[in-house]
RNA sequence: GCCCCAGUAGCUCAGUGGAUAGAGCAUUCGCCUUCUAAGCGAAGGGUCGUCAGUUCGAGUCUGACCUGGGGCACCA
């Protein structure tokens, strides 16, 4: 039984049954192919394990014996296919028999019958559920928890960008990073977490250049809003650099998708003549837009030309607004991007800066200057960002405390610039890298000799020397394998990033760096909004922190509503519990690879399938075992004994149930720690919940008679800590009450 | 053009080659004098994108195609 207690109770039953089948079958003279498959029996009523190995076994069997009795001859393959089928189904229910027969006649099991041509082993309840729940009781929280591994492993994730603000995307890579660590911990792996923040490139520079320029002095007084101000400072640098290419891009739209704006061009321009605007400019214009062809802020004359145009444009938009007829959709054409009021509105955004036009060019000589005094390691500068790159920080640091992210190591890019700057010499000096027209790059596919295009071409370094993300994470990459002494390296960062990650990895393996071949990519699909892609560029992203006020004042209404008894105390902490929870979970139930559209509204529900239903089934667990002044110190020191027996009498399909759900979790932790998919764990823990609430439907606890009442106490304890485990490994809390 | 991902109920999503494809939301109808109604029960709702193939058995594996999204030389 030494097994048993290292690889829980329920595997030391399966194990059982495998070798019993595996013997029956052997006696029977045949031998499979594969493993002896085992799963739960998928009927209520039963706890124990079924296999379909005689379909397996009766499929050969069936083939063998009609190619051999010459049946199949003359037939199509259809029909061959249909008595092979037939022939097969016919062997698979006698073997199953067969099977059953010997293993019953064994008397190992409690019961073993063979159904439909499956052989399923019952546990003798009694028996299985006093081990079972003894061990949860003594394990605790490391019910589940698979045996110590050797192979230490760091997961990288949350690397949101200083000088930005931290929205529900990098929520969405926290809270999985956060996932991931916890569930690789309890497969048994030692874990390393590590975050790595962009406190420098180019919107960092961005960002201070508009703060130099602009604001210098303007940071609120208090310090815990200098984060948020300055991810505006940063938006608004954006802004200004980016504002010719926003207006042009404006009139590209119009000329793309408003007939009548195209209709009217003519009449335009000669109002913009009267304006006595560059008469050149007028003709550029007037081309390009009957034309239907790109326009290109550099090629205006006059600066003064799009200022005399745009309040033109203006009223045109008005005069369509407000004799807007009913959009009428035509096959094969594009419905436009804009409504006729969105476009008014967007004039009047462009409008409010048309002053900026001229300014553009000079601005983004200036972000080249400031380039070069970060390069050069200017002090005054280099001051500027310490300093208000820590009011990001300051941040990040609060935001990782409030979702429980705990990091053992803090990676920053700006130390790994110049290291990263040094292998790059080298893999030039190789010959691994080259200059081509300027930039430093690597040619992966043509190093490999490939022909078709795999890992394409990755630059490493900007042609102005200075570096880039790539420079930087070939650094790290070295860095946590030979620092840290890890044997696998995990990055989490989304999917867009896939084949970048896949160039970095290859190029530090043709480098020499055999560690490369255990560097993996976590990838996970990004978070959207209803009307499109978050940018805090165009500071169009839901922020961390509004989100989290949102759903806390929501979560605090609800237990107004729903448990006003409680104390106010305790209110805000069940409001933070579920509030939390609540966003964490959203982000985890749904897979990798699948998008999340972030809605509030529905952020906001709390109802079915949310994290409050599985907290709200945990606090009901504790509330009987309070009610029922449960002496769970008592059961545990039973169950360290070896003392415990659970008699549940006729046990009903609900228990049996419930101790199948409890029993699946160390499988479970295995396999999502396998694939890196928090989701099993939150699709299990939320099955868990719903077994519980059919079972204390079903089930009086309290109010049964001795020994059902003990059994049906100790099981709720142990369902206490299923879930409670499971919610620990998704990073949200159980609250006792709510 | 090449590569990656997604396509399952009206919507959002689960589904480990195996028994009758499941949840939540939404809709309709029920259930609080019994351990918290953030709950429970019931009803309706499906050519699992299409077509081939592998297999005793395919939503699941393979191939082709369709639709949508993403990536592919100086952003991160």
Redesign the pocket.
């Known amino acids: 039984m030494s097994q048993v207690a290292t690889n829980g109770v329920i595997a030391g039953y399966e194990e059982h049954a495998r070798t019993a089948i595996a013997k029956a079958v052997a006696d029977l003279g045949l031998t499979p192919r594969g493993p002896i ?1 085992l ?5 209520a009523g039963t706890w124990g394990v ?4 005689s ?6 069997a ?2 063998a014996e009609l190619a051999a009795s010459g049946a199949l001859e003359g037939l199509s ?2 029909e061959a ?2 008595l ?6 016919m062997l ?1 229910v006698e073997l199953a028999e067969k099977i059953a027969a010997s293993l019953s006649a064994s008397g190992a099991f409690a019961s073993v019958d063979a ?6 082993i019952s546990f003798d309840a009694n028996l299985v559920a006093s081990g079972l729940v003894g061990e949860v009781l003594t394990r605790a929280q490391e019910y589940g928890a698979g045996a110590p591994r050797t192979e230490r492993v760091m997961v990288e994730h949350s ?1 949101p ?1 200083t000088h930005k603000v931290f929205h529900v995307g990098h929520l969405r890579n926290s809270v999985l990073g956060v996932s991931v660590s916890r569930i690789l911990t309890a497969a048994g792996y030692p874990v390393m977490e590590a975050t790595y923040p ?1 406190d ?4 960092v520079i961005k960002c201070l250049w508009c703060y130099e320029r602009f604001h210098l002095g303007q940071e609120p007084a208090d310090e815990q809003e200098r984060g948020r101000w300055l991810g505006q400072v940063y938006t608004e640098s954006d802004a200004r650099l980016e504002y010719r290419k926003d207006l042009i891009g404006f009139l590209q739209t119009l000329i793309k998708d408003d007939p009548i704006f195209v209709e009217s061009i003519d009449r335009l321009l000669k109002l913009l003549w009267r304006e006595d605007a560059d008469t050149e400019d007028i003709a550029y214009l007037l081309g390009r837009v009957s034309f239907g062809q790109e326009l290109k802020d550099t090629e205006f004359r006059d600066d003064a030309t799009i200022r005399k145009f745009w309040p033109i444009v203006g009223q045109q938009l008005r005069l369509e607004l407000e004799n807007e007829k009913p959009y009428v959709e035509v096959e094969g054409v594009d419905p436009p991007e804009m409504t006729p009021g969105e476009r008014l509105d967007r004039w009047e955004e462009l409008n409010q800066h048309i002053d900026w036009w001229p300014l553009v060019p000079g601005w983004r000589e200036e972000i080249k200057q400031t380039f070069a005094r970060w390069e050069a390691q200017e002090p005054a500068l280099v001051a500027r960002w310490q300093e208000t790159r820590e009011w990001s920080l300051n941040d990040f640091r609060r935001i990782f405390d409030e979702l429980d992210a705990h990091f053992d190591v803090w990676f920053f ?1 700006s130390e790994v610039e110049e290291p990263g700057k040094e292998i790059v010499k080298e893999l030039v000096a190789s010959g691994l890298a ?1 200059i ?6 690597v ?1 992966i596919d043509e190093k490999l000799g490939l022909t ?3 890992y ?4 490493i ?4 020397g ?5 420079t ?1 994470d070939l650094a790290l990459t070295k860095r946590k394998f030979e620092e840290f002494g890890i044997d696998r390296a995990v990055w989490v ?8 990650f896949k160039q970095i990895f290859k190029i530090l393996e043709l480098w020499g760096f055999e560690q490369a071949k255990q560097a993996y990519h976590l ?1 996970y ?2 978070v ?1 909004l209803p009307e499109g ?1 978050i940018s805090s560029r165009k500071g169009r992203a839901p922020l961390y922190d509004d989100v989290k006020e949102a759903v806390l004042q929501r ?1 605090r209404e ?2 107004d ?3 006003p008894e ?1 104390a106010s105390d305790k ?1 805000d902490d ?2 933070w519990q ?1 509030g939390i929870g ?1 966003i964490k979970y959203t982000m985890l ?9 972030f809605d509030l509204d ?1 952020a906001l ?6 994290a ?2 599985i ?3 945990h ?2 667990a ?3 075992l ?3 002044e449960w002496d769970h110190a008592g059961a545990v020191d039973a169950a360290n004994l070896g003392n415990l027996t659970l008699d549940f009498g006729e046990i009903q399909p609900e228990e049996l149930a419930l101790l199948q759900q409890i029993s ?1 979790l160390p ?2 932790i295995q ?1 999502s720690a396998d694939q890196y ?1 928090p ?2 764990i939150a ?1 299990y823990v ?1 099955e868990l ?2 077994t519980f ?12 008679e001795e020994p059902v009442r003990s059994a ?1 106490l100790t099981l709720v304890d142990a369902t206490r800590q299923a879930l409670a485990n499971g919610l620990w490994l998704l990073g949200i809390e159980a ?4």
């Not at 370094?461 to 102005?464: G, K």
């Not at 200075?466 to 790539?470: E, G, I, N, P, R």
Request: glycine share 4%; net charge positive.
């Open positions: 498959d799963r739960p029996v998928p009927f079924a296999s379909s190995i379909h397996a076994l009766a499929g050969e069936a083939s393959k259809k296919k249909k092979t089928s037939e022939r097969a189904r698979s159904a439909n041509g499956y052989v399923n690397q960008n962009g420098i490139g180019m919107h890019e080259e081509s027209d300027g930039l430093t790059v040619k078709e295009p795999v394409r071409t990755l630059p370094l900007r042609s102005d200075t570096s880039l993300y790539s930087k960062v989304d999917v867009r990033q896939s084949l970048y990838p699909e990004i959207t892609i979560a609800i237990i509503e729903k448990n409680l209110k069940v409001a579920v609540s139930a749904r897979d990798n690879s699948k998008i999340v559209v529905e529900s709390f109802d079915g399938h949310a409050p239903y907290q709200y089934a606090a009901r504790c509330r009987i309070e009610n029922a699946a499988e479970e396999r998919r989701l099993l699709n939320y919940a719903k609430n059919d079972f204390y439907h079903a089930c009086p606890v309290i109010h049964s049906r609250p006792n009450e709510m």
